[in-house]
């Protein structure tokens, strides 16, 4: 399938943004600008006032907890697992954590995310199931917690999603393992998903440094900070996502920098538990790869990137004091090629030739767009994601007009209803 988006204003990877056609052919951009004379499209999109953005990338989340979204809020984060949501998750069945990840899909597509990284569980073999019907791209990790009695066969569930599901939908799926965190999971533990993540060649998505709190008790316990900790049990040896990483010194920020470990920084959450800032300008200056996620939507309390990218534009520059700490077009990186960095996702996150075509557009009529001096500016401080238009994954359109094409919206809003309702009866 050829589909040529027709006078657009794209989105370079420069930072650049130029009226211009999109040529897309099958799964990838053919061209962006000049497109040969000789392209046939089976399908023209009008582009015209639209801007073409690459996908947003949520670098993590939890995707079936939209199905806690209000059950629990204004609680520190150990407060909220412990007393409020790990209770109530212990009730979630196979079909729960299908329909809340369903209803994750049309919050995602319908606010222009395109790729997640999802830490759930159990049964993530039916996020995947989720994410080969609604065409989005998904890195999925078998959420581990080390410290209940049958840790050994979760890791053996996460190593089968590995082996089972690693590059299927195409290669829109791959996996992770996903040890919870170093306070749920021994060393003991974290060394048996080492050894096992290093055997299978998959790399680690895990929760690193969120609070104080878990500074002070990894200190007491191990007498170690939490990054030099987790280094010494060999987790960080084949790649790693650290989602959080908010409170980190000299040496923590060096142990990142050493292993490679992408940030996925999660304003929202972080406000919302009132966990603290990430030092995002430093690391950023230190050259390490920080992404965006919107955590769970429990804790946020939505999965809206752009609401991540417009929090991270803002709220370092006031804790900083420095209007420049992360600018406009840093936070669309950070939300989107800076993204499918964080995930391995290759040849995805930039508009240009022989990438993937994950593409968004957002419609640039109405109040929030106008007058347009700078596209950039306007998505990074005004737009709403409810401009959303189109959203293509693997140049497949999940998205046209406003009109999700995969999914029965209607049906699994009442679906998660009805899930909701069972589980807090
Ligand atoms: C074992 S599956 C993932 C597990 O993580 C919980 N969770 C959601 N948000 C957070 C967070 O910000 N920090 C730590 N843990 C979190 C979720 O409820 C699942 O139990
Ligand atoms: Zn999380």
Known sequence: MNTLIKNAIVLLPDGTTPVANIAVIDDRIAAVGDVPENFQADKVIDGTQHFAIPGFVNAHTHASMTLLRSYADDMKLMDWLEQMIWPIEAKLRSDDIYWGAMLAAVEMIRSGTTAFADMYGPDMERVAEV?????????????????????????????????????AAQGRITVMFGPHALYTCPPDYLKKIAAKAQALGAEVHIHMSETVGEIENCLKEYGKRPFAHVASTGLFENGTLAAHCVHLDDEDIDIIKKYQIRVAHNPGSNMKLASGTAPVPRLLEEGICVALGTDGASSNNNLDMLDEVQLAALMHKVHTLDPLAVPALTAVKMGTEYGAQALSLRDVGRLQAGDKADIVLFSMHGAAWTPCYNPVSLLAYAAKSSSVDAVMVDGKLLMENGALTTLDEEHILFEAQKVADRLTK
Request: aromatic share 6%.
């Open 131 to 167: 994410v080969e019907v609604s065409g989005l791209r998904g890195v999925l990790s078998r959420g581990l917690i080390g410290v209940a009695p049958d840790s050994d066969k979760k890791l053996e569930e996460n190593a089968a999603l590995y082996e089972n599901y690693h590059g």
